[in-house]
């Protein structure tokens, strides 16, 4: 036995181990709690993913006028605004931005105040809005604002309703929200579009919708071709090599939390070159909404992949029923995958001639620059390099919980890393001691964050 093939058994065996050490969270779900009772599935299934039956949804339980709680987007800025009379005012600036997507990939994109998507913003359906919009890009840019039904000046297309705003300039956009939903904004160029230039517009309704959510997500979706040795994505290209979930590639995105019981919203919005297939495991959920606002219930119907086409926005919403670490991810295979083609250098995702040993050796020389310890999670056969096609996804996994260690991250199993690539990232949704010890642990974490940018 080969001194690497030892070492998968060994890794195997340690796997195994861990998981029987896993914590209470992710043992709910297996045999002793009744969730594998297919008649009490049955009857999850028929309060899922509608909602009409949850204990928040009960009438007389809230006031009509009740606001919606603000749409949370992991990895990416908010962007707060400052009052002037009754305007809200935002400042938006174009920028070249270094985004780290995955521990061993920083690419140069653009965006907007230092973020790639640039940071979210947050409205309520009736107010005015003003953008202070600086361009610090070496080109001119404008900021187009995706399904807004506002004057044409202010629809930010160069030439046709806004002379370019040139570099080093300012131009303001200034309009009324009339209506509610899912928009974004975005430069209306479309390499620059492929440059990362993009964002959230979320316009929170007058009064909230029904039934009421307890977690609001936002997702943006975006493809990059990253050439060999190169940092700039090639705008031109149509083969995309990293795939990003809010600017990062799993397993760098930060999983979503949800309580058990609770009802989510997850807003995924597109702009690349592809529609992106987002699958949802273990629950139904129903389209509520598109970029063009909430649909109508009688419109709803239960699924669990929903086709994001390109400069579409999908709302959907489920009933967080089953606890666990349960799986968002685009479906396209080539899309589950991280590029690493340019730290593997000869092997550029061709498995016919791979060998074990040169695949495992790639690996090692990849964890050693990020740096993190390589770990196989899963073993292959004995006669496994006999075996035509072999290996496929033998070494892809690589676990790295280590380097993407955050509060949210905490009590997963033992090398839940190793297969999270791409876009893909996870709803944890837990029970409530669980799931308000990860938020102590983020409180805790930001406090300490704090604390370093004072000292
Ligand atoms: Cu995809």
């Not at 204990?55 to 919606?68: D, F, I, K, Q």
């Amino acid at each position: 036995m080969s001194g690497t093939r030892r070492r998968f058994f060994h890794d195997a065996a340690m796997f195994g181990a861990g998981l029987l050490g896993l914590r209470e969270t992710l043992r709910a779900g297996t045999l002793d709690n009744g969730f594998q009772s297919p008649r009490q599935n049955e009857n999850g299934r028929h309060h899922s993913p509608y909602g009409s039956k949850g204990p928040h949804l009960e009438p007389g339980n809230e006031s009509v006028h009740e606001r919606a709680k603000p749409m949370a987007t992991p990895d990416m800025a908010e962007l707060p605004h400052e009052m002037d009379g009754a305007v809200k005012v935002f400042h938006l600036v174009a920028e070249p931005v270094k985004r780290k997507i995955a521990p061993f990939k920083t690419i140069d994109a653009w965006g907007y105040n230092g973020s790639c998507p640039g940071p979210t913003i947050q409205v309520q359906q009736g107010d005015r809005v003003r953008v202070v919009f600086e361009n610090h890009l070496p080109e001119s840019t404008s900021l187009h604002w995706h399904g807004l039904e506002i004057p044409i000046e202010q629809d930010g297309v160069p030439y046709i309703s806004q002379k370019p705003v040139a570099p080093g300039e300012k131009y303001i956009y200034e309009f009324t929200v009339h209506q509610e939903g899912t928009f974004f904004y975005h430069a209306h160029s479309a390499m620059q579009e492929m440059m990362g230039l993009i964002g959230f517009f979320v316009a929170h309704p007058e009064i909230d919708y029904k039934p009421r959510v307890d977690h609001d997500y936002g997702l943006i979706l975006q493809e990059w071709a990253v050439l060999p040795s190169n940092t700039v994505p090639n705008t031109a290209a149509m083969e995309f090599n990293w795939l990003t979930f809010n600017g990062v590639s799993a397993p760098m995105t930060t999983p979503l939390l949800a309580r058990l019981g609770s009802r989510v919203r997850l807003r995924i919005l597109n702009l690349g070159m592809d529609h992106h297939p987002v699958h949802l495991h273990g629950h139904q959920f129903v389209v509520t909404g598109t970029e063009g606002g909430r649909a109508p219930e009688s419109t709803w119907y239960p699924m669990n992949t929903v086709l994001v086409g390109v400069a579409q926005a999908r709302v959907v919403e489920f009933e967080a029923k089953y606890p666990g670490a349960w799986m968002i991810h685009c479906h396209l295979p080539h899309h589950m995958m991280n590029s690493m083609m340019d730290l593997l250098r000869d092997r550029q995702i061709q498995t016919a001639d791979q060998t074990e040993e040169k695949a495992v050796g790639q690996m090692m020389s990849l964890a050693r620059s990020v740096p993190f310890e390589h770990v196989h999670p899963s073993p292959v056969a004995a006669n496994a390099d006999k075996v035509p096609g072999f290996p496929q996804d033998a070494f892809m996994e690589m676990g790295m919980d280590e380097v993407v260690e955050k509060p949210e991250t905490y009590g997963l199993p033992k090398n839940w890393s190793a297969g999270m690539m791409g876009m893909m990232t996870m709803v944890r949704i837990l029970p409530e001691k669980e799931y308000d010890g990860i938020l102590a642990r983020k409180k805790a974490a930001s406090a300490q964050m704090e604390h370093h940018h004072e000292s």
